[in-house]
């Protein structure tokens, strides 16, 4: 294995790249220039994680200097399974997201150029923030990526866009000061003057305090992912935001959420996560069934696939905290699947409204005769949406029920009518938006063009063959999944079939 | 026979040069040419600040003093010099904001309107006495936190707020306004100082002295007249408060800073507040440090009531200086937090440290935002109100974006500097480790996300609102402003990626503690 720094070089190189775009004077150029460093950025990752032996260390690509050592704070980043292919997922869809807005910042007379060093800003938090291995440093992106996100949807949005951006501002930020005291309250209680997570681990060994804690790193946590009853901001957000941005929004930084629960909610505090589990899966559960029923009712298209959004963190989050190895494995798996699967699902709503100026599903109809390229992907990005087997995210859904059902049948029965009511969702906007007599106002829209098409056709081929072949995934998953677990204290339970079948 | 009190010169020389520079700029006024003064003055005031700046960085090379100076009379140790040092700076970048003649009334003695201020106005009479005034201030503002008895420390108060008082109604526009916030300040400045004054009167009716270590070892002797003592330290309390306007002392606080000259609005909340603060933690923590028990219970209903009254009412602003105002008392709120978090030696260090850097951090991120105010304007002086301020990203991306940043800064954003002020003063509460004070941390975390919501509204109307066909034109900024301005800016944001040099000084300077 190469010794660089691979994970500070990605950082930097998108922070210096979103410097250069901000002082670029050609907006073609510096469009240009943005779509090539995160195409860089995005081979980097590749043979970053190419070199990753995921029966190796934890941790690897390791790096750690002091940074306030008066706080004991350090600048540690490295990954581990589940964080390395959180990152392959912003890689992947940053660019794809770049090419998909290439018009998307003219349309307001808004600085274009600005709009996409934003985009570059946060590609190096979204990758600081799961490469972090520092509980402090983890916290600093967890709270300073909310800065360009909001900017992007406040400048770039619709029309309600300045109320989407300040709701979407502050409910992240309240939870993150919630969060910020039980990081302080986690430094005070552990006395080892360190942040770093490996130092942390097992340090909290009060059950009283360790319920507080875990409140104060949850509820930030269940706000990003976002969780029932905490979800209204996602609705307004991903709706007003650009449909770039909520690509990233909800494929990426709402992974940042579930993603916490799994490494620091569960590993930081084991017993508590073990006290809260029976209300986090009933809430999951709610979070399931809720978001596919308001789903069905929404008539904007974009909200329709946030609530979707909804539904599906139920799963990840019910996933997580049934802790067994398969349900948080199949949970991680989800988080990425998600992010290409609702991904394809806004870019194309994104094409879709672009050409009509209407996110109302009821503008549309018959869009399939004249634009049916533009209609299978929506159908197939639909179809990943709904989990049909052979697509990506049928794999993740199916681990995430079948690992669930191990531990706790009933919820595990209940989530699975979420399949259900997801056919329902998205046959019926595809069955009202692409099919039926063509509407007069769409009888003109163009099919997919070039560039469309190579938005597209990446994130549909992966999640085909993902939907085939998910072990490259799950080998990298799975370990890192085992060794969390083993931090939790918990085992599978035997599986009852077998001892019969031994008898 | 008498012997003379041993004055140690040396310690108290940065006080010195800003008095007597000072003195000479009285004489200036009085002897110089009237074109000739301002040329005189500037330097002179600048040269002095930076002068008495060097002396303190002199004598923090050359040792701390560990026991007090002037006969036990000003206290020059750690934590002062820091302050000392906080104040300089502060005073050094308000002092270039005064320096624009649009500021300041041509003549302050014509009634707002008449034909004596035309007449002034033509003549381009200007008032130069402000730059003597605000040096008056300035050294006031370095006594105040090192005065080591009661008495020194009530003249401080006076030095400090007398000048301070005229400077408010001082500005060139909205005169009607500047002069009802000088009297505004002047009336309940004085009522505060009336109650610190009697305060130490009944501290000196119970411990027979007016020095801080002998009013704490008093604190030892049960002599049965408790009664002073309560009613004593309630009424400095009340005096102290009033100064960092702490809530329910707070009223003055959006009406002064809003009428006042924005320059000297910078310098009041930035200098003003690091004094104050200083001054408050030496009366609680050196005199009083014995009797926590008492005055914490109180003191936390006073920063909870200061945290919510700062967040809440600033929401409901419509001008921008009001709303600043507002913010700073929210930040006196969080500073108190620090002032409570006490306990054995390090815990106090750890806590005095944190609300070091906090003072620091705040005063320059403030004095930036002022900075900025004073460059909006409409034809009648500054576009105070908030409408005004829509769509100015658009129009002038910079400033706008400066503004933005600064806001952040107040609102504790990561990698600004706003955010490890309040680490550190949370972080000492925490450590503390009672339930009473992590709850007033989580109250005071739900407050910074309130206040986070008028941080955000003005960026939200900078950036996402269009602006109006009449806005406000941004001045070009004079090469004193952008200086200002790039200072804190730069400030700002090197203390929020990199605290760790300035973290250490604090921490040094905090580590010996106030000298008893």
Redesign the interface.
């Known amino acids: 294995m190469l010794e660089l720094p691979w994970l500070s070089f990605l950082i930097g190189l998108s922070v210096v790249g979103a410097i250069v775009v901000a002082f670029l004077k050609n907006d073609k150029v510096a469009k240009q220039t943005t779509l090539g460093v995160s195409l860089l950025i995005l081979v980097l990752t590749v043979v970053m994680a190419v070199q990753f032996s995921p029966n190796g260390d934890r941790f690897q690509f390791a790096e750690t200097y002091d940074w306030i050592p008066s706080f004991g704070v350090h600048y540690a980043v490295a990954v581990d399974g589940i964080a390395l292919v959180l990152i392959l997922l912003s890689a992947i869809l940053v660019p794809i997201v770049v090419l998909a807005s290439w018009h998307d910042a003219e349309q307001g007379k808004r600085s274009v150029r600005t709009y996409f060093a934003l985009l570059l800003v946060l590609e190096a938090m979204m990758i600081g923030v799961f490469a972090a291995t520092d509980v402090f440093l983890f916290y600093v992106f967890f709270e300073a990526m909310l800065i360009p996100m909001y900017f992007m949807i406040g400048s770039y949005g619709g029309a309600q866009r300045s109320y989407a951006a300040v709701k979407f501002l502050l409910y992240s930020l309240f939870g993150g000061l919630l969060m910020l005291v039980a990081v302080i309250a986690l430094y005070n209680v552990a006395d080892k003057n360190s942040f770093l997570f490996p130092d942390l681990i097992g340090a909290v060994t009060d059950p009283t305090t360790q319920k507080w804690l875990f409140l104060g790193f949850f509820i930030a946590f269940a706000i990003k992912a976002p969780l029932w009853p905490v979800h209204t901001w996602l609705p307004d957000a991903a709706a007003q935001a650009p449909a770039g941005a909520a690509v990233l929004l909800v494929g990426v930084l709402d992974k940042v959420g579930t993603y916490g629960m799994l490494r620091f909610c569960l590993e930081l505090f084991p017993d508590a996560a073990k006290w809260a589990t029976p209300v986090v899966i009933a809430l999951s559960v709610i979070g399931i069934v809720y978001g596919a029923i308001v789903a069905i009712g929404q008539t904007d298209i974009k909200r329709l696939v946030a609530y979707t959004s909804i539904s599906h963190f139920g799963f990840i989050t019910m996933g997580v905290f049934a802790m067994t190895t398969t349900a948080t494995s199949g949970a991680t798996l989800y988080m990425v699947n998600h992010g290409f699967s609702t991904g394809v699902l806004f870019l194309v709503a994104g094409f879709l409204i672009y050409r009509r100026g209407s996110q109302f599903i009821a503008d549309y109809g018959g869009v399939q005769k004249v634009a049916p390229l533009l209609a299978g992907a929506f159908l197939i990005a639909g179809l990943s949406g709904l989990s049909l087997p052979g697509l990506s995210t049928f794999v993740s859904e199916f681990m995430v029920l079948l690992g669930t059902y191990q531990r706790y049948a009933v919820p595990a029965i209940i989530g699975t009518t979420g399949v259900i009511l997801a056919a329902i969702y998205i046959l019926w906007m595809y069955q009202r938006t692409m099919n039926g007599p063509t509407a007069e106002s769409v009888a003109e829209m163009k099919d997919l063009n070039g560039r469309e098409r190579w938005v597209v056709a990446p994130l549909i081929a992966l999640i085909v063959v993902l939907g085939f072949f998910p072990k490259p995934l799950l080998d990298v998953i799975n370990p890192a999944v085992k060794e969390s677990l083993v931090n939790v204290k918990v085992t599978d339970p035997a599986p009852v079939v077998a001892v019969k079948e031994g008898q | 026979m008498i012997t003379a009190p041993t004055i140690e010169y040396f310690q108290l020389a940065p006080l010195l040069v800003l008095l007597g520079a000072a003195v000479v700029g009285v004489l200036v006024e009085a002897f110089a040419p009237r074109y000739l003064r301002r040329a005189i003055h500037v330097p002179l005031t600048l040269l002095s600040l930076v002068g008495a700046f060097a002396l303190v960085i002199l004598q923090t090379i050359r040792g701390v003093p560990t026991s007090p100076s002037a006969m036990g009379a000003v206290a020059v140790d750690g934590p002062t010099l820091f302050i000392w040092g906080t104040i300089l700076v502060l005073s050094f970048v308000s002092v270039l904001l005064i320096n624009d003649e649009e500021q300041f009334v041509p003549s302050a003695a014509a009634v707002p309107g008449s034909a004596e201020e035309e007449k002034a106005i033509t003549e381009g009479n200007a008032h130069t006495e402000v730059y003597p005034l605000a040096l008056f201030a300035i050294a006031g503002m370095l006594l105040f936190p090192a005065s080591n008895d009661l008495l020194i420390m009530f003249v401080a108060l006076e030095v400090m707020s007398l000048p301070l008082y005229l400077l408010c109604g001082l500005a060139r526009r909205r005169r009607l306004l500047s002069q009802e916030a000088s009297v505004k300040y002047f009336l309940l400045g004085a009522f505060s100082s009336a109650f610190f004054l009697y305060g130490t009167a009944l501290l000196y009716g119970y411990a027979g002295s007016v020095d801080l270590h002998a009013i704490s070892q008093a604190l030892a002797v049960a002599n049965g007249t408790d009664t002073l003592l309560y009613i004593g330290m309630a009424m400095l309390g009340v005096g102290l408060l009033f100064k960092i306007g702490a809530a329910p002392f707070q009223a003055w606080k959006p009406d002064v800073y809003q009428g006042a000259p924005t320059p000297i609005t910078a310098l009041m909340a930035s200098g003003t507040l690091v004094a104050a603060f200083g001054a408050l933690l030496r009366v609680f923590w050196v005199a009083l440090g014995n009797l926590d028990w008492n005055w914490t219970p109180i003191m936390w209903g006073v920063a909870a009531l200061t945290m919510v009254v700062g967040s809440i009412l600033a929401i409901t602003q419509t001008d921008i200086k009001r709303m600043l105002a507002y913010s700073s008392i929210a930040h006196a709120g969080f500073l108190l937090i620090g002032v409570m978090a006490v306990g054995d030696a390090g815990q106090n260090a750890l806590a005095l440290s944190g609300l070091l850097f906090y003072l620091l951090t705040y005063g320059i991120t403030t004095v930036g935002a002022f900075a900025i105010v004073t460059l909006v304007r409409d034809p009648g002086g500054e576009a105070w109100h908030l409408s005004r301020w829509a769509g100015l990203g658009?129009r002038s991306?910079k400033l706008a974006g400066l503004f933005a940043f600064f806001l952040?800064a107040f609102?504790g954003?990561?990698?600004t500097s706003g955010?490890?002020g309040k680490?550190?003063v949370?972080?000492s509460a925490?450590?503390l480790?009672e339930a009473w004070l992590?709850g007033l941390?989580?109250l005071a975390?739900?407050a910074?996300?309130a206040a986070?919501?008028f941080y955000?509204?003005v960026?939200?109307l900078m950036?996402?609102?269009d602006p109006s066909a009449d806005g406000p034109t941004v001045v070009t900024p004079s090469w004193a402003t952008s200086a200002v301005v790039g200072f804190s800016a730069f400030a700002t944001v090197a203390l929020g990626v990199f605290?760790?040099p300035v973290?250490?000084l604090a921490?040094k300077a905090a580590k010996t503690l106030f000298v008893q």
């Open positions: 658009k991306p952040l609102a954003i990561p990698l955010f490890f680490y550190a949370f972080r925490v450590a480790g992590t941390v989580v975390v739900v910074s996300a986070a919501f955000v509204r960026i939200v950036f996402f609102s605290p760790q973290l250490d921490e």
